[in-house]
């Protein structure tokens, strides 16, 4: 069964750093892309950002572009986002799927960015 | 960027019968290989989206043979055959063509 698990959710101050991590498994994970997407509060889905499986290339919105890193580890089947200098705005639920076509979310991890 | 909209906003249903939801885009997407990756997604209140149909009318494994999905070109629809209780919620597009990928704003289905 595939599964994906994201943490390191939190509440962190505008300005501020969080580094999210998505375990998976069920699943060859080195061959597939991953995503991340999120959802702020009321508000519908945003695709974030994708790491794709093979040729390292990595795509972003551009509400995050130059603020946000996406990374992989295949050794320890794991996604990470990054984020730097962080605003109010990027408050959300922040899920990873399986693939650019998103067939599998996880639970989500909640960010707060909040003074 | 490739804006998807949908419509209605809200959608009311009675249990049983038929809904529909379209999802136009403001280009069409088709992919190198000829795909169109258009898919839709559906999420209870409090839970993860799911994915129900890709490729405009692939439906997912277990998802109802009730949910098809139709459409070219900028067009693309989402219909439910007979609604049932579990089928509330918000329901959204999505274009995995062009980089950025883009979501539609999202239709809510509630019971009448």
């Known amino acids: ?115 | 960027d490739v804006v998807m909209t949908q419509s209605p906003l809200s959608l009311p249903v009675t249990l049983g019968q038929p809904a529909s939801i379209s999802c136009r885009s403001s280009q069409s997407f088709v992919y190198s290989d000829g795909n169109i990756y258009l898919n839709w997604f559906h999420q209870r209140p409090g839970q993860s989206p799911r994915r129900l149909i890709y490729k405009v009318s692939n439906r997912d494994s277990g998802v109802p043979d009730r949910f098809s999905g139709s459409g070219s070109g900028t067009n693309f629809t989402l219909k439910i055959s007979r609604v049932e209780a579990e089928d509330v919620g918000i329901y959204y597009c999505m274009q995995a063509t062009h980089w950025p990928l883009t979501f539609g704003g999202g239709t809510k289905v509630e019971i009448k």
């Open chain 1, 1 to 115: 069964e595939v599964q994906l698990l994201e943490s390191g959710g939190g509440l962190v101050q505008p300005g501020g750093s969080l580094r999210l991590s998505c375990a998976a498994s069920g699943f060859p994970f080195n061959i597939f892309d991953m995503s991340w997407a999120r959802q702020a509060p009321g508000k519908g889905l945003e695709w974030v950002s994708c790491f794709k499986g093979s040729g390292h290339y990595t795509y972003y919105a551009d509400s995050v572009k130059g603020r946000f890193t996406i990374s992989r580890d295949n050794t320890k089947n794991t996604l990470y986002l990054q984020m730097n200098s962080l605003t109010a705005e990027d408050t959300a639920v922040y899920y990873c799927a399986k693939g650019s076509a998103m067939d599998v979310w996880g639970q989500g991890t909640t960010v707060t960015v909040s003074s």
